[in-house]
């Protein structure tokens, strides 16, 4: 069997990919790059060897801070904001865009709020802890493009009210 074909798509063994597809994987893998080249761009020698060290669609959640957070939010469109505080909480204040899915509804199953599995999810809570918590979640889940910025007390971004 042919791994390349030159008609309407591309087969590869056991799948075949529409032009489409391939276009939508080149974008998040172009999404990944720019989160990438974020992180590093702003990380310590130290932190750059980690970054370097991990891999696209981890089975953990990976950490960044929240100046990295905000630099990939300006320099990307697609991607989802999640505040896993409590409704309260997130109604005393929350980032602009942020929608709020509290960590006890993450649970073992895909979210319809997060139908794709492959988009970057970026998580923050008060102080840290229920973001990482939320993140190792969904990568158990299934989601591959986890990352968690700590807290909302660190942020330096606005915040809505």
């Given at each position: 069997m042919p791994v390349f074909s030159l008609g309407k798509s591309i087969n590869v063994p056991n799948r075949a990919y529409s032009r489409s597809d391939i276009g939508k994987r080149k974008k998040r893998l172009?999404?990944?790059?720019?989160?990438?080249?974020?992180?590093?761009?702003?990380?310590?020698?130290k932190s750059d060897i980690r970054a370097m060290n991990s891999d696209v669609g981890s089975p953990e959640p990976r950490m960044i801070t929240p100046q990295e957070a905000l630099?990939?939010?300006?320099?990307?469109?697609?991607?989802?904001?999640?505040?896993?505080?409590?409704?309260e909480e997130y109604a005393m204040g929350h980032i602009p865009g942020a929608m709020n899915i509290p960590l006890e509804t993450i649970v073992s199953e895909q979210l319809p709020q997060l139908p794709d599995l492959q988009q970057t999810v970026l998580l923050y809570c008060h102080g840290g802890s229920r973001s990482q918590k939320a993140g190792q979640r969904l990568c158990a889940i299934g989601y591959t493009n986890v990352y968690c910025f700590g807290g909302i007390d660190t942020w330096t971004g606005s915040i809505v009210k």
């Open positions: 172009n999404e990944g790059l720019v989160l990438l080249a974020a992180i590093l761009a702003t990380r310590s020698e630099q990939y939010m300006k320099s990307n469109k697609e991607y989802a904001l999640v505040d896993v505080r409590m409704p």
